[in-house]
């Protein structure tokens, strides 16, 4: 069961529900919530924003531990390559704010959901189980 693919898919929805959550350009997310409503149900708006917090720091001490510098660095400058060849070979608009804000929130999502799934991915490939998780 540890190193089931479904594993990796469930964490990668949940950072990108996570981050959908936060913000996203359709219009109904907690920042539009807060930006439009004002002051108003100030309360509930704070209970979710320490709901969202708990989950990016979650999220980002997950793949911080398990990816570390030495891969986190990679990752990043791989996910930041393919944006570029995107915007180069004309697939993505980087001008555009709808394509601009797009493009950050999927290398958030590959970023921190490999983050998230590491040790599954480590242990399909190696087959060594992470010591940490015992």
Same mark, same amino acid.
């Given at each position: 069961?540890?190193?089931?693919?479904?594993?990796?898919?469930?964490?990668?929805?949940?950072?990108?529900?996570?981050?959908?959550?936060?913000?996203?350009?359709?219009?109904?997310?907690?920042?539009? +919530?807060?930006?439009? $409503?004002? !002051?108003? @149900?100030?309360?509930?708006?704070?209970?979710?924003?320490?709901?969202? *917090?708990? =989950?990016?720091?979650?999220?980002?001490?997950?793949?911080?531990?398990?990816?570390?510098?030495?891969?986190?660095?990679?990752?990043?400058?791989?996910?930041?390559?393919?944006?570029?060849?995107?915007?180069?070979?004309? +697939?993505?608009?980087? $001008?555009? !704010?709808? @394509?601009?804000?797009?493009?950050?929130?999927?290398?958030?999502?590959? *970023?921190? =959901?490999?983050?998230?799934?590491?040790?599954?991915?480590?242990?399909?490939?190696?087959?060594?189980?992470?010591?940490?998780?015992?």
């Amino acid at each position: 069961m540890y190193g089931q693919p479904l594993g990796v898919v469930a964490r990668m929805l949940v950072v990108l529900a996570l981050i959908a959550a936060t913000y996203n350009p359709s219009g109904y997310s907690w920042y539009h +919530w807060l930006a439009t $409503s004002g !002051w108003e @149900h100030w309360i509930p708006k704070l209970f979710t924003f320490f709901i969202l *917090l708990a =989950g990016y720091v979650v999220c980002i001490h997950a793949t911080f531990r398990s990816l570390g510098l030495l891969l986190g660095v990679p990752l990043i400058l791989l996910i930041l390559t393919a944006i570029w060849l995107a915007s180069d070979q004309g +697939w993505v608009d980087l $001008s555009n !704010w709808l @394509h601009r804000t797009l493009v950050f929130q999927g290398a958030l999502v590959v *970023l921190l =959901g490999t983050g998230t799934s590491f040790s599954i991915i480590r242990y399909r490939l190696s087959g060594q189980m992470d010591s940490r998780t015992l």
